[in-house]
T-cell receptor, first 115, second 116 residues
Framework: GNSVTQMEGPVTLSEEAFLTINCTYT??????LFWYVQYPGEGLQLLLK?????DKGSNKGFEATYRKETTSFHLEKGSVQVSDSAVYFC??????????????FGAGTQVVVTP | DGGITQSPKYLFRKEGQNVTLSCEQN?????MYWYRQDPGQGLRLIYY???????QKGDIAEGYSVSREKKESFPLTVTSAQKNPTAFYLC???????????????FGPGTRLTVL
């Protein structure tokens, strides 16, 4: 079945540091890939997505590239801020006609940015 | 503004009681979903609905029930049969793309249920 594996947290780093969160997946066919962010006590917000190989999703300084050859979708940001402290979820949606967009989530990675 | 609302934000329940969590969306989405979130475990799918009057079990449906009588509403009932109901519950919706899963899900703010 489909699965998503992402690096365990918490990831603690200083403001303006470079952030990478690794995400790899297992899926049949060609899934769509997503990164969601969850701030404390809130629901999930879509951060970025990619729907085919070599697509790069980007938003708010975050980027992730859909790498089919390595089945990866790593999240990166060049200079983090304290406001980026949150839990980040990698997810995939199977590209089948009857899947109805069910999302398979990774376990989440907590990021803590200190001033 | 279009979006998903969940109520209440916090809910307390005594053991042995059923409780219903509300989820409403005004995005005109066909598909709706319920997830359970426990610390360190990500999100697990409880139930989902593709269209009105139809729903399917997700990965952890035991002890839960749902209904989908209106397109905009998808309430979740946590029954007394759910052995460990304390968790954060998230509702989501999605438009109906034909032939695949390119579109994202939109999430509500969540309901935190605590069993006393």
């Amino acid at each position: 079945g489909n699965s998503v594996t992402q690096m365990e947290g918490p990831v603690t780093l200083s403001e303006e540091a470079f952030l990478t969160i690794n995400c790899t997946y297992t899926a049949t066919g060609y899934p769509s890939l997503f990164w969601y962010v969850q701030y404390p006590g809130e629901g999930l917000q879509l951060l970025l997505k990619a729907t085919k190989a070599d697509d790069k999703g980007s938003n708010k300084g975050f980027e992730a590239t859909y790498r089919k050859e390595t089945t990866s979708f790593h999240l990166e940001k060049g200079s983090v801020q304290v406001s980026d402290s949150a839990v980040y979820f990698c997810a995939l949606s199977a590209m089948t006609t009857d899947s109805w967009g069910k999302l398979q989530f990774g376990a989440g990675t907590q990021v803590v940015v200190t001033p | 503004d279009g979006g998903i609302t969940q109520s209440p934000k916090y809910l307390f329940r005594k053991e042995g009681q059923n409780v219903t969590l509300s989820c409403e969306q005004n995005l005109n989405h066909d598909a709706m979903y319920w997830y359970r979130q426990d610390p360190g475990q990500g999100l697990r799918l409880i139930y989902y609905s593709q269209i009105v009057n139809d729903f399917q079990k997700g990965d952890i449906a035991e002890g839960y029930s749902v209904s989908r009588e209106k397109k905009e509403s998808f309430p979740l009932t946590v029954t007394s049969a759910q052995k460990n109901p304390t968790a954060f519950y998230l509702c989501a919706s999605r438009s109906r793309p034909r032939g695949g899963g390119r579109d994202e899900q939109f999430f509500g703010p969540g309901t935190r249920l605590t069993v006393l």
